[in-house]
């Protein structure tokens, strides 16, 4: 049909690269990509299949958890145990990793913590020369690198002493509807750095930069509720891609959310 290009695949999470605005492309399982930022302003209609599949082992499966696991995967994993959302509470020294492998690689490895300004400013973790990568995913507007730490559990650790001040949560509902707040970060570091106790002063970077991101917008039009779809509840997801922020694809009426969808079998329309 002319004017309309057609994809079919199981979803994976959208990746994106350092432009101005952010440069989405979306793959699929079997190779397929699109580039996103092309169908901005474009009528876009995503159908799920009813078929999932995980998108580690490949299994068929009715249920999915975690951004696309198995449930099997879930509980065997180490990219989907608890310290990977928990980091401080990493248990590799104890000897209990489920994949030592992956603790040496992931893990125990140079880590920063960051501030980031999305929806409003929060504090995070990333492994190191992620960072860029880990402020596009959360579609986050500005962000500054504050400590460099060893380990992703000294990470997590620092995280919870700066969240007790500070967020360490996105608003989504802020996200999709461009709702951000106006922080200024080289202050604000300056005050929480001074804040730290002193075992962790020896981690803090000196030179500090402000980096900014700019997202793929059709400016000045936005949501004015924030509504989330979810594919298991709204099989077809149809309407004017207004914007993309993160992992969201924003319609004229809502959003939805990729990741959360990874491993779904789809139809993706575009005209």
């Not at 901005?40 to 159908?47: A, C, D, F, P």
Request: proline share 4%.
């Amino acid at each position: 049909m002319n004017g309309v290009s057609a994809l079919r695949g199981y979803l994976r999470e959208m990746s994106h690269e350092v432009a101005t605005p952010v440069a989405y492309s979306w793959g699929f399982d079997d190779g397929q990509s699109a580039r996103v930022n092309d169908w901005l302003g474009k009528s876009v209609r995503i159908e799920f299949l009813g078929q999932k599949r995980c998108v580690h082992c490949g299994r068929s499966v009715t249920k999915l958890y975690q951004a696309g696991y198995c449930f099997p995967c879930v509980t065997t994993l180490a990219e989907t145990d608890l310290c990977i959302v928990k980091p401080e509470i990493c248990h590799f020294h104890l000897g209990t990793c489920r994949d030592d492998q992956y603790g040496e690689s992931h893990c125990m490895i140079p880590h920063y913590v960051y501030l980031a300004v999305s929806s409003q400013v929060k504090v995070g973790l990333t492994r190191k020369h992620r960072e860029l990568t880990r402020w596009m995913d959360q579609g986050a507007v500005a962000g500054m690198l504050l400590a460099e730490v060893p380990n992703r559990k000294a990470a997590g650790e620092l995280e919870v002493e700066i969240a007790r001040d500070l967020p360490d949560k996105t608003d989504w509902r802020k996200l999709i509807t461009g709702v951000v707040a106006q922080v200024d970060l080289e202050p604000l570091a300056a005050i929480v750095a001074a804040r730290l106790p002193e075992p962790w002063q020896r981690y803090l970077i000196g030179q500090r930069m402000v980096h900014h991101l700019t997202y793929p917008s059709l400016d000045p039009e936005r949501i004015a509720k924030a509504k989330s779809h979810s594919l298991d509840k709204t099989p077809v997801i149809e309407g004017t891609l207004i914007a993309i922020r993160g992992q969201y694809l924003i319609f004229d009426h809502g959003a939805v959310q990729i990741r959360k969808h990874a491993g779904f079998l789809c139809d993706i329309t575009v005209e």
